[in-house]
């Protein structure tokens, strides 16, 4: 059915018909593809944006470092992606990839309930390693030394996995661990050393030096880096025969009242006068020895960890 046209009204003016474009629209020419992704491009790579989204990840739960090469360590999928982020998410200083980092962060913190932790929380860290291992190893051959590293982890591990400690990785003949608690990490500690006395591998038995410091380490996802943790390695190492040795850091954190229930009094290890400070070490940290009560009333004139500390 037609439609009759419309007559005009006494006093209407009849626009002109005309195919332009109503002058509200003609104040915004139509922006081409060209430079409509050019303006993408460089938002996407502007430093400003790049901070901003990098701030607002640190409010969100979750790894604020995710992505960091060095917070690619760990198991499942997030982490996954993590490691495949260089390769998948482009230009690290680009927005795009931050927010595409932000999702994952998310994801992170929902499959893996660490949800807004500390960064940086203060932590007993503890080293462990064999005394001598690579030399009796060249002897003994490869078979007696697996033979003996999965003894040394059956019987070193279980104490500090028991106490609430956390294994951050193996290192050949040690490993590193990471406790919340000092008292507990030393008390775990002890635990360990007793525990290896009943390794023996043809005719072979181990002693274990034991490094322990409190300090706030960098946490990358399941690993800690940092100075705190060199400081932890090189406690570890005054102790060239064997035993325990704790920094001033840990030693001030633990009542007397818990070592003394615990069997042990501390010995501040001795240096030579005018020796210089052992390199990785602040100057005011002091290291200690850790002994059974028992050995009191024992003269200690060999000890050769503190006379050459």
Same mark, same amino acid.
């Given at each position: ?9 006494? $006093?209407e003016?009849?626009?002109?018909? @005309?195919d332009?474009?109503?002058? #509200? ?18 938002t996407n ?5 790049v ?16 992505? =960091?090469?060095?917070?690619?360590? &760990?198991e ?5 992606a993590?490691?495949?982020? /260089? ?8 927005? +795009?990839?931050e927010?595409?980092? $932000?999702?994952?962060?998310?994801w992170q ?7 807004r ?7 007993t860290?503890?080293? @462990? ?5 690579s @030399? ?9 030394a ?6 040394v982890?059956q ?7 028991d106490?609430? $400690?956390?294994?951050v990785?193996?290192? &050949?003949?040690?490993? %590193?661990?990471v406790?919340g608690?000092?008292?507990v ?10 525990a290896?006395?009943? *390794?023996?591998?043809?005719?072979? #038995?181990?002693?274990?030096? *034991?490094?322990?410091? @409190?300090?706030?380490?960098?946490? %990358?996802?399941? /690993?800690?880096?940092?100075?705190d943790?060199? !400081?932890?390695?090189r *406690?570890?190492e ?6 325990? %040795?704790?920094?001033?850091? #840990? ?11 615990l069997?042990?009094f501390?010995k ?7 020796a210089?400070?052992p ?5 005011d940290?002091? !290291?200690?020895?850790?002994k ?8 200690? /004139?060999s =000890?050769?960890? /503190? +006379?050459?500390?």
């Amino acid at each position: 059915m037609e439609v009759a046209p419309r007559e005009p009204v006494a $006093g209407e003016v009849e626009e002109p018909v @005309t195919d332009a474009a109503p002058a #509200t629209l003609r104040r915004f020419p139509p922006v081409s593809v060209q430079t409509a992704t050019r303006w993408l491009r460089m938002t996407n790579h502007n430093p400003g944006v790049v901070g901003l989204i990098r701030r607002a990840r640190r409010l969100l739960p979750g790894d604020p470092e995710f992505g =960091d090469p060095l917070s690619t360590a &760990g198991e499942g999928g997030p982490r996954a992606a993590a490691r495949a982020a /260089d390769r998948l998410l482009g230009d690290p200083g680009a927005a +795009s990839r931050e927010v595409s980092l $932000g999702v994952l962060q998310l994801w992170q913190a929902l499959t893996e309930a660490v949800s807004r932790r500390p960064a940086n929380p203060e932590v007993t860290l503890v080293f @462990t390693d064999l005394v001598g291992f690579s @030399t009796w190893s060249l002897q003994a051959g490869d078979d007696a030394a697996l033979t003996l590293l999965r003894k040394v982890a059956q019987a070193v591990e279980p104490p500090l996995l028991d106490a609430g $400690g956390h294994i951050v990785k193996r290192l &050949g003949d040690g490993i %590193m661990a990471v406790f919340g608690d000092p008292t507990v990490a030393v008390r775990a500690a002890l635990a360990a050393e007793r525990a290896l006395r009943s *390794v023996e591998v043809a005719g072979y #038995t181990p002693r274990m030096r *034991v490094g322990i410091h @409190t300090g706030r380490p960098h946490r %990358m996802a399941s /690993d800690w880096l940092g100075v705190d943790v060199n !400081i932890a390695a090189r *406690v570890m190492e005054r102790a060239t025969k064997g035993g325990i %040795m704790v920094s001033s850091s #840990t030693l001030d954190s633990i009542p007397q009242s818990e070592l003394d229930a615990l069997g042990v009094f501390a010995k501040r290890a001795r240096k030579p006068m005018f020796a210089p400070q052992p390199a990785g070490l602040p100057a005011d940290l002091a !290291i200690y020895r850790l002994k059974a009560s028992r050995e009191l009333a024992v003269p200690d /004139d060999s =000890d050769e960890t /503190d +006379s050459q500390a």
